[in-house]
């Protein structure tokens, strides 16, 4: 696509102080479901922007949701940056669903500002396991300007440590979901993430888990297979998970029935749970973790309805057996 007002040319701002890729871009295929793009400046004039989940791209958009504060293409004249690209949609689809604000899949932002009652820059990640913690690295990224790196400690063989986006806020004591994210995944088909190993011993991706409410969650199954886990050798290599996000475990359970993608068109919060199966007591470890891509599904997946039925019946089941452990402790 070519720019007019461009002066010296088109240019990317930096992040993390150092050069980013172009964000904010997302491409359509006919389903009119948009997904993020990767971009790059062609030339003085020119963006190129494309997507290998959306082979056959039909529309783009840049910075087209209601809030992004990332978006980073700009104008210059004589060196320095001038006009910022305004936010657009390069054709107009019928029944379009555009891409919200999913600040956390590059791992290139530590912080995030969000409107909400109190502003303030908030992490971008964080953990929920008191063995882990998060910070966003600039070293040994596997794309854009940074990657997430999770360090934890070991108790033993079995660890787990969990970790994930920063998608709630406390309002009155409450944890509320951001206003202006993406919390519908309906949409989407599937997940692919990098996975690095750096603990010297296989660890686990035990489950990524998607919470519908702050009792229950759905883990998507491992592409090709039946179970939401996924094993990452200590290789010190990078990884890709791939996760379908139409056959959904019920709390991970392998067991359960499956569910398809449309109860997650409301999602309250994400995390991704590891395991570290041969640890001691006193080991440490580390993984980074990198690039989340959400492909676009089909509007309608009418092959599990007897299942997201079973589903919801297993749900209140589950949610009424916890209630009465937490009444009963």
Same mark, same amino acid.
Request: proline share 5%; aromatic share 12%; with cysteine.
């Given at each position: 696509?070519? %720019?007019?007002?461009?002066?010296?040319?088109?240019?990317?701002?930096?992040?993390?102080?150092?050069?980013?890729?172009?964000y904010g871009?997302?491409?359509?295929?006919?389903?009119?479901?948009?997904?993020?793009?990767?971009?790059?400046?062609? +030339?003085?004039?020119?963006?190129?922007?494309?997507?290998?989940?959306?082979?056959?791209?039909?529309?783009?958009?840049?910075?087209?949701?209601?809030?992004?504060?990332?978006?980073?293409?700009? +104008?210059?004249?004589?060196?320095?940056?001038?006009? #910022? +690209?305004?936010?657009?949609?390069?054709?107009?689809?019928?029944?379009?669903?555009?891409?919200?604000?999913?600040?956390?899949?590059?791992?290139?932002?530590?912080?995030?500002?969000?409107?909400?009652?109190?502003?303030? %820059?908030?992490?971008?990640?964080?953990?929920?396991?008191?063995?882990?913690?998060?910070?966003?690295?600039?070293?040994?990224?596997?794309?854009?300007?940074?990657?997430?790196?999770?360090?934890?400690?070991?108790?033993?063989?079995?660890?787990?440590?969990?970790?994930?986006?920063?998608?709630?806020?406390?309002?009155?004591?409450?944890?509320?979901? %951001?206003?202006?994210?993406?919390?519908?995944y309906s949409?989407?088909?599937?997940?692919?993430? @990098?996975?690095?190993?750096?603990? #010297? @011993?296989?660890?686990?991706?035990?489950?990524? @888990?998607?919470?519908?409410?702050?009792?229950?969650?759905?883990?998507?199954?491992?592409?090709?297979?039946?179970?939401?886990? +996924?094993?990452?050798?200590?290789?010190?290599?990078?990884?890709?998970?791939?996760?379908?996000?139409?056959?959904?475990?019920?709390?991970?359970?392998?067991?359960? %029935?499956?569910?398809?993608?449309?109860?997650?068109?409301?999602?309250?919060?994400?995390?991704?749970?590891?395991?570290?199966?041969?640890?001691?007591?006193g080991d440490?470890?580390?993984?980074?973790?990198?690039?989340?891509?959400?492909?676009?599904?089909?509007?309608?997946?009418?092959?599990?309805?007897?299942?997201?039925?079973?589903?919801?019946?297993?749900?209140?089941?589950?949610?009424?057996?916890?209630?009465?452990?937490?009444?009963?402790?």
């Amino acid at each position: 696509m070519r %720019f007019n007002n461009v002066g010296d040319g088109l240019a990317a701002a930096p992040s993390n102080g150092v050069e980013a890729p172009l964000y904010g871009f997302a491409v359509a295929g006919e389903n009119g479901v948009y997904v993020e793009a990767d971009a790059e400046i062609a +030339a003085p004039d020119t963006v190129r922007v494309w997507s290998d989940l959306v082979p056959n791209p039909v529309s783009a958009s840049y910075a087209y949701s209601q809030v992004n504060n990332y978006s980073n293409l700009f +104008a210059t004249e004589n060196g320095s940056f001038t006009l #910022g +690209a305004c936010a657009f949609v390069t054709r107009r689809l019928d029944g379009a669903r555009y891409t919200q604000d999913k600040y956390w899949s590059t791992c290139d932002f530590a912080e995030i500002w969000r409107e909400t009652s109190e502003p303030y %820059f908030a992490p971008a990640f964080k953990a929920h396991t008191l063995n882990a913690s998060v910070a966003v690295t600039e070293t040994g990224v596997f794309s854009g300007s940074g990657a997430l790196r999770v360090d934890y400690k070991a108790f033993g063989a079995g660890t787990r440590f969990v970790f994930g986006p920063n998608l709630t806020y406390k309002k009155n004591l409450i944890p509320t979901a %951001f206003p202006a994210v993406n919390r519908d995944y309906s949409l989407n088909d599937a997940v692919r993430f @990098r996975v690095k190993n750096l603990s #010297g @011993r296989p660890v686990t991706l035990k489950e990524m @888990r998607y919470y519908t409410t702050a009792l229950s969650w759905y883990s998507p199954c491992a592409a090709g297979t039946g179970s939401p886990s +996924a094993d990452i050798p200590a290789d010190g290599q990078w990884h890709t998970v791939t996760l379908d996000l139409t056959r959904l475990c019920l709390y991970g359970d392998a067991k359960r %029935f499956k569910a398809n993608g449309s109860v997650l068109e409301n999602v309250f919060d994400i995390r991704l749970v590891f395991g570290d199966e041969t640890a001691s007591i006193g080991d440490s470890g580390a993984v980074l973790v990198d690039e989340f891509r959400f492909s676009a599904g089909d509007a309608a997946v009418p092959d599990f309805g007897l299942n997201n039925l079973a589903a919801a019946f297993a749900l209140v089941v589950g949610m009424l057996s916890r209630l009465h452990h937490i009444v009963t402790f």
